[in-house]
Nanobody
Framework: EVQLQASGGGLVQARGSLRLSCAAS????????IAWFRQAPGKEREAVLCISSSDGSTYYADSVKGRFTISSDNAKKTVYLQMNNLTPEDTGVYHC??????????????WGQGTQVTVSS
């Protein structure tokens, strides 16, 4: 059974940091790209970052450049989203998703449940 387990969300003050984790199982982790999406209240879900063994990391949201980084621990089959200097505009539900290649579209094969990130001003 394919599973993507997102965790690490919470409540943080502006300018704080959080690290989200996406633990994968049930598929060949090394062959897949893993992306983070987020959905703010009242807004459409947007792609944030993606990582793959062939292309490295790809940024989709300009607003997070210089603040967010994505990394992968293949031994643990886990992808991390390090979020620094958070702002209230980063508030939302963060999902991880897996597919063969990175893409900003939502057509990913596998999705994890979301983890809530709330940034207070």
């Amino acid at each position: 059974e394919v599973q993507l387990q997102a965790s690490g969300g919470g409540l943080v003050q502006a300018r704080g940091s959080l690290r989200l984790s996406c633990a994968a199982s049930g598929f060949r982790f090394d062959d897949y790209a893993i992306a983070w999406f987020r959905q703010a209240p009242g807004k459409e879900r947007e792609a944030v970052l993606c990582i793959s063994s062939s292309d490295g990391s790809t940024y989709y949201a300009d607003s997070v450049k210089g603040r967010f980084t994505i990394s992968s621990d293949n031994a643990k089959k886990t992808v991390y989203l390090q979020m620094n200097n958070l702002t209230p505009e980063d508030t939302g539900v963060y999902h991880c998703a897996a597919d063969w290649v990175c893409s900003s579209s939502e057509y990913y094969d596998y999705w994890g449940q979301g983890t809530q990130v709330t940034v207070s001003s």
